[in-house]
């Protein structure tokens, strides 16, 4: 590879933002592309009544409901550096499309509210981080606002987690007696309320010159304190340690007042780590390998709802992308023209014409890709290791409100559903739609998205939970299928049951122990 393309492949950084929705994670998201040039105001999750929205959340519903439901893709020149930003949901509800973004980024910025601590999806989440040894960055928001003592939320990073920390800077108070960082790194005082004078340089000992401000204060004595406590009993910091995910460095600051988030950003590009390579059928792929791979981890349909257009996300795994050429789909073997390709800010799209690895580009598709392809120009034709599926829990038996409506009807549910988000099953006689999702705010997007983009009303009626199974045959007596054990087709026409409870699965293996059931989440 031309060391000019070497030195643009080690100039990316690549990383998802994770949290318990409300922690912060679109807000510091908006903060990041500000201090990076990309975007000239700040909006926040919470700015529905001023009509001004984050940049990440550019779907409807996420605008009206102050919430994330798509994966965002963000990308902006800092210092240096290409920095690509993967903004997930934080609802558990789309926790699918949130793991397999975190399968085309090369670290992680975790969020924890200093209020709440450690919340229930950060734990899920952080497992997934940790399940692929990928670097792991903490940032402790709303500092500005009365929180846990920082000691406290340290050692709950390490009993709830089990990941040792090393903090890169430390509070000087909080709530309304919050004064700003003790900044551990670049051996300096950041001033909360400070504009001018923000940075007050520290002396060899670590301390406040006599007569500069706080010097006197009784909260810098206590910080001053707490930092040698830190520096006797804490972690050493390793910069291997970080890079294999076994030590988060800690940063705290208020993401909604900009404080503490331009030193993070600073700190962490000098310690994220550039594209890594990935695992593949034929092993791993150097990110510095000629021949230019990637594979598709989303696709969303409707970011241009003037063109009813979809797009298939691509992380970019090796060589160098260029507008026009031909790669090769391993799923099919077929060639593909990549000639329409563009780069992203949230729903704002440029074209672009070269890429490289770390990059996330995205291909306008018309229906050849699916979730998880890989493409290559490689004679090899390898796969990159499968994403994850989730198996669905809630059904709803789908329907147009308006039989007029059915073409339309018919391609807003296979457009939607080929983003992943949903699940599209056919019952195998009376061939009627059914949906299946993780969790109920997946129909609610569903249904709003079907009215707002495809201008149809659908009606849903609730079946219950179920107990999913695919079947591995491709052949099977459909006269199976009944009340208990609902036999249906998934949209590869693969043969699924639907277990009233684990009783009827139970039960059914028992009668026909010669059908081979499997959940594809047991394949991980």
Not at 325 to 338: A, D, E, H, W, Y
């Amino acid at each position: 590879m031309k060391s000019s393309v070497k030195d643009e492949v080690q100039s990316r950084r690549t990383f998802a933002i994770i949290s318990h929705p409300d922690a912060g994670k679109t807000t510091l998201t908006e903060k990041l592309l500000l201090f990076g040039g990309a975007i000239r105001d700040a909006g926040t999750v919470k700015a529905r009544k001023t009509g001004k929205y984050a940049t990440s959340d550019w779907m409807e519903i996420e605008k009206q409901r102050g919430i994330s439901v798509t994966s965002s893709v963000m990308q902006f020149d800092y210092d240096g550096f290409r920095v690509n930003i993967l903004d997930t949901p934080g609802h558990q509800d789309f926790s699918e499309d949130t793991y397999r973004t975190l399968t085309a980024v090369d670290s992680a910025v975790m969020i924890v509210d200093s209020a709440k601590g450690i919340e229930e999806q950060t734990i899920k989440l952080f497992k997934v981080c940790r399940m692929r040894g990928i670097p792991i960055f903490t940032f402790i928001n709303k500092m500005d606002r009365q929180g846990k003592p920082p000691l406290d939320l340290l050692a709950e990073l390490e009993e709830v987690l089990g990941i040792e920390s090393y903090p890169m800077n430390w509070p000087i108070g909080m709530g309304k007696d919050f004064m700003g960082i003790y900044d551990r790194y670049f051996n300096r005082i950041e001033l909360f309320k400070e504009e001018s004078d923000r940075f007050l340089p520290l002396n060899e000992d670590g301390e406040l010159e006599d007569g500069q401000a706080l010097s006197d204060s009784q909260l810098y004595e206590q910080t001053l304190e707490e930092i040698m406590l830190l520096s006797e009993a804490g972690n050493e910091f390793s910069e291997e340690r970080i890079a294999n995910g076994t030590l988060t460095p800690v940063f705290f600051g208020s993401a909604l007042t900009a404080f503490g988030v331009q030193t993070f950003l600073d700190t962490y590009l000098k310690f994220a780590p550039e594209p890594q390579p990935r695992t593949s059928t034929t092993g791993d792929i150097d990110p510095l390998s000629e021949d230019f791979s990637g594979f598709i981890f989303k696709i969303q349909a409707n970011m241009n709802p003037k063109h009813r257009d979809r797009i298939a996300f691509l992380r970019i795994c090796s060589g160098q992308f260029e507008r026009g050429m031909t790669v090769f789909q391993s799923r099919t073997g077929k060639p593909i023209n990549l000639s329409q390709s563009t780069q992203f800010l949230a729903d704002d799209r440029n074209t672009v014409n070269q890429a490289v690895s770390g990059d996330i580009i995205g291909l306008y598709d018309t229906g050849n890709y699916q979730i998880g392809d890989t493409i290559t120009t490689s004679k090899d034709m390898f796969q990159f290791e499968r994403l994850p599926q989730f198996t669905p829990e809630m059904f709803m038996r789908v329907t147009a409100k308006n039989v007029m409506k059915q073409k339309h009807f018919h391609k807003g549910i296979q457009q939607l559903v080929q983003e992943g988000a949903i699940q599209l099953f056919k019952s195998v006689r009376m061939e009627e739609y059914l949906l299946g999702a993780v969790g109920q705010l997946q129909f609610e997007v569903f249904e709003h998205r079907m009215k707002n983009e495809y201008n149809v009303d659908v009606l849903m009626e609730r079946i219950g939970t179920k107990v999913v199974r695919w079947v591995e045959d491709d052949k099977l007596d459909e006269n199976l299928s009944n009340s208990r054990s609902l036999l249906v087709k998934d949209r590869f026409d693969k043969y699924v049951f639907l277990f009233e409870n684990e009783f009827a699965l139970r039960w059914f293996n028992d009668k026909n122990p010669d059908i081979k059931l499997y959940n594809p989440m047991d394949m991980k």
